[in-house]
T-cell receptor, first 117, second 117 residues
Framework: QQQVKQSPQSLIVQKGGISIINCAYE??????FPWYQQFPGKGPALLIA?????SEKKEGRFTISFNKSAKQFSLHIMDSQPGDSATYFCAASKGNAGGTSYGKLTFGQGTILTVHP | EAGVVQSPRYKIIEKKQPVAFWCNPI?????LYWYLQNLGQGPELLIRYENEEAVDDSQLPKDRFSAERLKGVDSTLKIQPAELGDSAVYLCASSRTSGMSSYNEQFFGPGTRLTVL
């Protein structure tokens, strides 16, 4: 069962442009939504995360927008740079303890971002 | 602070052979995760440990996969016998989980790339 759907699969952006990646989830019990960045040959690294009590979170050039009613969240990368070229994964989990599945991250399929200089 | 250490980084084996992966989490992190990442996909949880207890192993194929975390620190994931479809990257992650909340960043290691011939 695909619980977190991510789009697009790949994205090409010019340097200085805005990169937007979207995710939709099904499980309303999810209450923690992180974005991970992965470079080739490396493990995923946390970029930014949000909880559903806020609709937006910004850290530097990275912003998460969250729409609880639509069960959607997105990552915006402002002023995209060639160094941002990587694979980005959205994820979701139940942060609060309750059953054995809390803390388990369910990942989207990933988006390969290429930023041209 | 040293990150999550995994070894080996690469492993090539013949099908039906056994293989083992080792993970050393970040010091002080009580929660350890093993994820499977197929090419072009997001990581999928195999097993999660809280200290030395496996609290979620529902996605671990127990007929051929086994894991242990003796003394609640290092962990080993084993496959016996390996099949062609096991070719993937095996990621280890750790986090510091306290109390009833698991809104904690998971730190990933670089992974072990397994190729089964």
């Amino acid at each position: 069962q695909q619980q977190v759907k991510q789009s697009p699969q790949s994205l090409i952006v010019q340097k200085g442009g805005i990169s937007i990646i979207n995710c939709a989830y099904e499980n309303t019990a999810f209450d923690y939504f992180p974005w991970y960045q992965q470079f080739p040959g490396k493990g995923p690294a946390l970029l930014i995360a949000i909880r559903p009590d806020v609709s937006e979170k910004k850290e530097g050039r990275f912003t998460i927008s969250f729409n609880k009613s639509a069960k959607q969240f997105s990552l915006h990368i402002m002023d995209s740079q060639p160094g941002d070229s990587a694979t980005y994964f959205c994820a979701a989990s139940k942060g609060n303890a309750g059953g054995t599945s809390y803390g388990k991250l369910t990942f989207g399929q990933g988006t390969i971002l290429t930023v041209h200089p | 602070e040293a990150g999550v250490v995994q070894s080996p980084r690469y492993k090539i084996i013949e099908k039906k052979q056994p293989v083992a992966f080792w993970c050393n989490p970040i010091s002080g992190h009580n929660t350890l995760y093993w994820y499977l990442q197929n090419l072009g996909q997001g990581p999928e949880l195999l097993i999660r440990y809280e200290n030395e207890e496996a609290v979620d192993d529902s996605q671990l194929p127990k007929d051929r996969f086994s894991a242990e975390r003796l003394k609640g620190v290092d962990s080993t994931l084993k496959i016996q016998p390996a099949e062609l479809g096991d070719s993937a990257v095996y990621l280890c992650a750790s986090s510091r989980t306290s109390g009833m909340s698991s809104y904690n960043e998971q730190f990933f290691g670089p992974g072990t790339r397994l190729t089964v011939l």
